[in-house]
């Protein structure tokens, strides 16, 4: 693991091997089919978390490399966003690992400053042996907290296929050969990276423009609810992933399936109060106890929100949605808004319940009231965790799916280092 930020992924996948009777040009013929083929499957992806760990994924498989590591620009700095290591964390993932809290500048003292500065490739055969020559050092702080030994390493800057921008670095730890052993990054690893590093850029790149653009929806709702801030929406965005993860490994879903599905909860949850926008200022604001009156224009703003994303075109489209209508919606039915149901010459709501309520509706239903009760809000102080755990515990087969508070009671590690990461 690199010094310049901890480095993390489940279990990497091998590409098949290329037969020793082929040509060199058909070697090469078949590895940018499949360098192709990659950038295509990732520029599927919307979320920029999915995506980054995606690009970390591929990049680690072109190279063999055991560990890696991605941080994105923000400001003058380079900001810690991904990590995967398959001797410390193998199947498992990174878990709290990924949410730490790293930046470092962009200067000469890193290596990963060095190649964000002056936005070249910097191979490394022997971390513990840098040359003199060179501004920068290796830091082996990590590498001795976690017991790992670094050795070779490959620095790559991400910038847009315009040569102009760049969105920042991703560095590869330990190449190994065909028997797990550590060696050096070789030549022909460090060009199919530099193909595929350069297009995951734009990707990634992308990824953040859009993942702007939903925020500024989020910006609108927070100007009537100062609770309702991008602090709040990202820890509910990144609770509502983590359970669902939990969730489908212990159900041993496909690796694909839940990068799919990852990839759209992260976004449609970031949007689940998006209604907000619609409800008077004096009532978001109220500091006392809402009348029954003011309480149903609050319940309001679930429908209204999903108004907005009533024209489906896509699965992101339903997904937020599902959420965004139904994330107040309870287990044993009472909730709201739940749906319109003919009797007689009427419409009438009726609430939903158990596995009638949406799949991502009942996930980011738990990450949303965790945020509510560990939050400070205008009407009370914010929770301590073990009084949160009661509650959800209490209220798990009544306001909750109890396989999904199974769930999120294993991963509570994790959601302590996200609520550090997003104050």
């Not at 859009?210 to 910006?219: C, S």
């Not at 007689?344 to 239903?365: C, H, M, N, Q, Y």
Request: hydrophobic letters at 40%; a neutral charge.
């Amino acid at each position: 693991m690199s010094g310049d930020g901890i480095v993390p992924a489940a279990g990497i996948r091998r590409d098949v091997s290329i037969k020793k009777h082929m040509s060199g040009r058909q070697q090469k013929e078949i590895k940018l089919s499949l360098i192709l083929n990659k950038i295509s499957a990732l520029n599927q992806l919307r979320d920029v978390s999915t995506i980054l760990d995606s690009t970390l994924f591929e990049a680690r498989n072109l190279t063999h490399a055991d560990a890696g590591s991605i941080f994105l620009i923000n400001g003058d700095k380079l900001e810690f966003r991904h990590v995967q290591n398959d001797t410390l964390f193998g199947e498992k993932g990174a878990g709290a690992a990924q949410y730490k809290n790293i930046s470092i500048p962009i200067s000469e003292d890193s290596i990963v400053g060095f190649s964000a500065l002056t936005k070249e490739i910097v191979a490394i055969d022997d971390a513990y042996n840098i040359s003199s020559d060179v501004p920068y050092r290796f830091n082996d702080s990590i590498d001795r907290k976690n017991r790992y030994h670094t050795t070779s390493i490959l620095t790559v800057p991400l910038v847009s296929l315009d040569n102009q921008g760049l969105v920042g670095v991703m560095q590869l730890i330990n190449a190994k050969d065909e028997q797990g052993r550590v060696t050096r990054f070789s030549e022909q690893g460090r060009m199919w990276v530099r193909v595929f590093s350069n297009n995951a850029a734009a990707i990634i790149e992308r990824s953040i423009l859009n993942h702007e653009l939903i925020l500024r929806m989020v910006k609108m709702a927070e100007l009537h609810d100062p609770e309702e801030t991008g602090a709040h929406v990202h820890r509910v965005s990144a609770y509502s992933v983590e359970i669902y993860k939990r969730w489908a490994e212990k159900r041993q879903v496909p690796q694909a399936e839940i990068t799919k599905y990852c990839d759209l909860l992260s976004c449609a949850a970031l949007l689940h109060d998006a209604g907000k926008v619609g409800i008077p200022d004096a009532i978001l604001k109220k500091p006392g106890s809402l009348t029954s009156e003011e309480f149903e224009l609050i319940k309001h703003h679930t429908v209204s929100g999903a108004a907005l994303f009533t024209n489906i075109s896509s699965e992101l489209d339903r997904m937020t949605h599902d959420i965004v209508l139904h994330h107040h919606e309870r287990w044993n039915g009472k909730g709201y808004p739940g749906c319109l149901v003919e009797e007689g010459t009427e419409w009438v709501r009726k609430p939903l319940a158990g596995k009638d309520i949406p799949f991502a509706a009942r996930i980011v239903s738990l990450a949303d009231v965790f945020d509510a009760l560990s939050s400070k809000r205008c009407y009370k102080a914010p929770w301590e965790n073990e009084k949160i755990y009661n509650e959800i515990r209490k209220e798990s087969g009544k306001y909750f799916d109890p396989e999904l508070v199974e769930a999120f009671f294993e991963i509570t590690d994790i959601l302590h280092a996200i609520q550090k990461k997003f104050t």
